[in-house]
């Protein structure tokens, strides 16, 4: 029995030892194939420096696989950020320049490729659609080919000093009217099957973009349509005063007509003749798309709009940050888009830019019983410590702001960005002050369940480490006897809850608006779809014209569904908030608008209407000798690559 | 047997008719497809004017006996996010899911050898190893062992590309290495596992004491004898392992960017495209019924006394 039970014994240890050697094998060889993790050099996003022909200095230097090695970007971002505002903010002589802007055309010289003349880049999805008309063509990464590759709009803004430029179709611009621009186009030009670029072409793409149906840019300009002036001049006409219209327009697709109305819907979703620098050669559904350099591409003085220097080009993506950083390691791709902080410095050469949204929650303002009592809101905001969350979550990587534009909008200053700062205790009093402590609520046993429940309703894998992120804040705010907790929705169901405020009241009858339910949302229950209240809903909003027009239009309008805010406390000399947005958007650029602009983003602030903790930073992995910078959009453009060797 | 098998195909229409509705159902009522069609920042008349241009403002009922009437004619639509025939979109990325199931499947087929190997000295040296490795593979993530794969194989050893697809062709080949040897192990221990205990389970029976005592060598008592009666579960368990390989290995095609139904279906629903789901899933079913009805058939030839008469 003895020497049974010695056996049994012996052969249940072998058994544990045998399984524990396989487990030890295993992690051996997961541990040293993986990159060791590094220190994550705490720089600031990077930025582009003032003058593009400087762009490869002061950014982020190739980093090799090499721990130590830290990509020079500037230490301070703040500092990068504040060249940038005093550039970007219009002056009065700045902006009728700008308004007036004639660059002087530049002879076009011949396109000279490199040696390396394929490149390879890595998305993170494939693009649902080809067509620049179409609504799947949006503006994301996986899209850029549609939209901003093979597609050249009227403007672009030069990621170094946020001023508007024109490409490759547009010789200047003048306003008009207050509701009209002139735009004088450049003679040569043409699509990529030949059709000529003129005004009557352009006419055709404004019309679109103009269409409510349309989508697209009709979410930064609004109702606005084309109008012949002679072969070579177009005018804009906007519905309503558009003092912006040429920042805007950088959201102005163009196709050749003649094509797109002989096209089959097949064909329209599959291609895009444009005058982009590049043009469609085919699209491998859920392989790759390949695109080859449009030679016959016009450049111009911008940047942005110089001949392509690489042949051909392959879209492809990958779902996996870490399969797309191996993609650059094993040197299948040149570029690829959010590799993630966690491979930095595995790829042999990794930048950092803004993405120009900024991460933030949208605070149910008028529905939820505690969050439309500022005191709650501001103490909300004291109560989240975004510095620590930073640096513990993303390295020191992300910089915490106060606003839900990002630096260099019009409108946006020192006062109104500023962080809201960590304060608990003056949080706690806030909190008492507004009444949210029930009285069965125990600060000693801090028995937070007893008070009204505040969610933040979030989607899965929006940012990275969103999720963690909003879990900290929770907790904070629970030490506080919050009742907080984070539900992560699904995709359509946080949709809904982003599209379930008050413009959802407007109705359209017979083409006419009416307006008078959505100035009474308060008054009413919270609307379909979501139909209750969201609390506070997480968004990253994107604002690439950098004036706060589209924010106050799209996140404090009483006529947006996207807006918890409707009239909320007065606007500016005596109108309400809804006027004052009016009276802004339609004020020319200037030291007015800006003015004007600056008191609504301060109001937004202080009101503490949303809480936004920080613009969005992009990390793209490059192959060593590929030369590009970040834009602070994540728009891409490919002939701003290429190969050094 | 042609009875049986008529019966089958009409239980098969009526089944996949009833998943066909409650598909529909399932898409419209849980949530709006033009609301995620449409940008984030999209104003409500640019949704409206999307909900009319699909068709979607229609009454529930009056589109739902379109769906039926456009699915008994085979046309399932074109994809609302897409806008291309949703039927060519299956079509186009069927082949590269069968070929990649087909693949890690036959694999995995190596299990049985392996517990066969173990079920002839049960709790032998090899019978341990074989089960330790089994369970081992069954636990590893899929997910985990792609990623590691790729970081071991290709960008430490460079010996395969990371990802990827080139085709089925002899220049894509080398492609499909990485996919199948992420999704085999599972099915590799599991035909291990099952063919090691259906096997021990025989081995126990009279009939081998028998056959052992009149002198037959032990091999031929094992693959003719044993083999054959435990091969009732296998086939079982391979059926069902193919049949889950058809409906897509999502994750094994997210991360090696292999153009499946997998993923052009996960992306379907999140959309609520409901043309690409109706079209993968009518598809799938399809495929899983016709493997069924093989794995029924093989029945008959293993075992002579079942029979469908």
Redesign the interface.
């Known amino acids: 029995m003895r020497e049974t039970h010695t056996t049994i014994r012996w ?1 249940h240890w ?2 544990w030892l ?2 524990s050697a ?2 030890l094998t ?1 992690f051996a ?2 541990c ?4 060791p993790p590094t220190a994550v050099p705490a720089a600031a996003p990077a930025a582009a420096p003032a003058e593009p022909a400087a762009a490869a200095a002061p950014a982020a230097e190739p980093a090799m696989a090499q721990p130590t090695a830290a990509p020079a970007v500037p230490a301070d971002a703040r500092a990068l950020t504040e060249t940038r505002q005093f550039q970007s903010t219009p002056t009065p002589e700045a902006a009728m320049a700008a308004a007036t802007a004639t660059p002087a055309p530049t002879p076009t010289p011949g396109t000279v490729f490199t040696a390396k003349d394929t490149i390879y880049l890595v998305t993170q999805e494939e693009p ?2 080809l067509g620049t008309f ?3 063509c ?2 994301n990464v996986p899209s850029m080919i549609c939209e901003e590759i093979a597609s050249d709009p009227f403007t672009w803004i030069d990621s170094t000093n946020f001023e508007v430029v024109p490409l490759s179709g547009v010789e200047s611009w003048s306003q008009v009217d207050p509701d009209r621009w002139r735009f004088k186009l450049r003679d040569g030009v043409t699509f990529h099957n030949g059709e000529p670029w003129n005004a009557a072409a352009a006419k055709f793409g404004l019309d679109w973009s103009g269409d ?5 840019g ?2 930064f300009h609004g109702p606005i349509s084309g109008e012949v002036v002679d072969n070579l001049t177009v005018d804009v006409v906007c519905e309503v005063a558009c003092p912006i219209f040429p920042r805007t327009a950088i959201f102005s697709p163009f196709q050749a007509p003649e094509w797109y109305q002989n096209a089959s ?2 064909e ?3 291609n895009t003749i444009g005058t982009g620098p590049y043009k469609v050669v085919e699209w491998r ?3 790759e798309v390949e695109i080859e350099a449009f030679e016959d591409y016009v450049p111009n003085t911008a940047f942005d709009a110089q001949a392509p220097s690489i042949k051909r080009a392959f879209q ?5 940050s ?2 797309r950083a ?2 650059i ?2 040197e ?1 791709a040149d570029w690829a888009v959010d590799i993630g902080f966690e491979n930095l410095e595995a790829v042999p050469q990794a930048k950092t830019g803004t993405n120009n949204e900024v991460f933030t929650l949208v605070a149910d303002n008028i529905w939820h019983p505690e969050l439309s009592k500022k005191g709650v809101r501001e103490a909300l905001a004291l109560g989240v410590d975004c510095q620590l969350l930073m640096e513990t979550l993303y390295d020191g990587l992300q910089e915490c702001i106060g606003n839900i534009s990002q630096w260099g909008t019009v409108g946006i200053n020192e006062s109104n960005y500023a962080d809201y700062g960590y304060d608990p205790d003056r949080a706690r009093a806030l909190l008492a002050e507004a009444g949210y402590y029930k009285d069965n609520y125990d600060s000693a046993d801090n028995n937070f369940d007893v008070n009204e429940e505040i969610r933040i309703h979030t989607r899965a894998a929006r940012v990275y480490r969103g999720l963690e992120m909003f879990e900290s804040v929770v907790a904070g705010w629970r030490e506080l006897g919050v009742n907080a907790h984070v539900v992560v929705l699904e ?3 946080a ?2 809850a ?2 379930s405020g008050c ?2 009241f ?1 109705t ?1 009858t017979d083409g006419v608006k009416d307006t008078t339910q959505a100035l009474a949302c308060a008054e009413q229950d919270p609307p379909a ?1 979501f139909g209750s209240t969201t609390h506070y809903y997480e ?1 990253a ?1 994107s604002n690439e014209a950098l004036d706060m027009q589209r924010q106050l239009f ?1 996140r404090n309008s009483c006529f ?3 807006s918890r805010v409707c009239n909320l406390v007065p606007g500016f000399d005596g109108l309400t908030f809804e006027e004052s947005i009016n009276d802004a958007v339609a004020t020319p650029l200037g030291p007015e608008r800006t003015r004007k602009m600056e008191h609504l983003a301060q109001i937004i602030h202080d009101e503490n209407w949303f809480l936004p903790f920080f613009v969005s930073v992009q990390v793209y992995g490059m192959a060593a000798n590929l030369e590009w910078e970040p834009r602070y959009d994540p728009r891409i453009r490919v002939n701003t690559m290429r190969f050094t060797q | 047997m042609r009875n049986y098998m008529i019966r089958r195909i009409g239980h098969s229409i009526f089944i996949v008719a009833g998943l066909m509705g409650l598909l529909f159902l399932a898409i419209n009522v849980l949530g709006d497809p033009v609301e995620l069609m449409a940008d984030e920042d999209a104003s409500q008349e640019t949704i409206d004017a999307l909900r009319e241009k699909f068709g979607l403002n229609r009454p529930l009922h009056i589109r739902f006996a379109d769906f039926y009437w456009d699915l008994a004619r085979g046309d399932f639509g074109k994809s609302l996010r897409h806008r291309i025939d949703a039927r060519d979109m299956i079509v186009d990325r069927l082949p590269n899911t069968a070929a990649l199931a087909i693949v890690a499947w036959v694999i995995g087929m190596f299990g049985i050898p392996l517990g066969m190997l173990a079920a002839r000295r049960p709790r032998g040296f090899v019978d341990r190893i074989v089960n330790i490795l089994s369970f081992a593979v069954i636990s590893i993530p899929q997910f985990w062992l792609a990623l590691m794969l790729i970081l071991l194989v290709s960008v430490q050893l460079d010996l395969l590309p990371t990802s990827g697809f080139k085709g089925l062709g002899p220049e894509g080949w080398k492609y499909m290495i990485l996919p199948a040897m992420a999704l085999s192990p599972l099915v590799m221990g599991r035909n291990a596992q099952i063919t090691r205990s259906t096997m021990i389970e025989e081995i126990a029976k009279q009939y081998v004491a028998t056959a052992r005592s009149k002198g037959l060598a032990e091999t031929a008592i094992l693959y003719g004898h044993v083999l054959k009666n435990a091969s009732i579960s296998i086939v079982t368990l391979m059926g069902d392992e193919l049949a889950g390989f058809m409906n897509g290995s999502t994750v094994v095609e997210i991360i090696f960017g292999w153009p499946g139904i997998g993923k052009l279906l996960i992306d379907g629903i999140n959309a609520r495209d409901l043309p690409v789901v109706t079209s993968s899933v009518f598809v799938i079913a399809l495929m899983v019924m016709v493997i069924n009805l093989a794995v029924d058939l093989i029945y008959t030839w293993l075992d002579p006394r079942i029979s469908y008469s």
């Open positions: 052969s072998r058994r045998a399984t396989v487990l295993l060889v997961a040293g194939a993986s990159t649902v659609s179409s609504d799947g949006s503006g409510p149906t349309s989508g697209g009709y979410g819907d097949d329209r979703e599959r559904p859920g392989v492809v993506w990958r779902g996996e870490l399969v191996a993609m390691q094993a299948e995709p359509n169901r949709r809904e982003r599209r413009g959802k407007v359209t779809p968004t909003t799209l947006n569904v996207n």
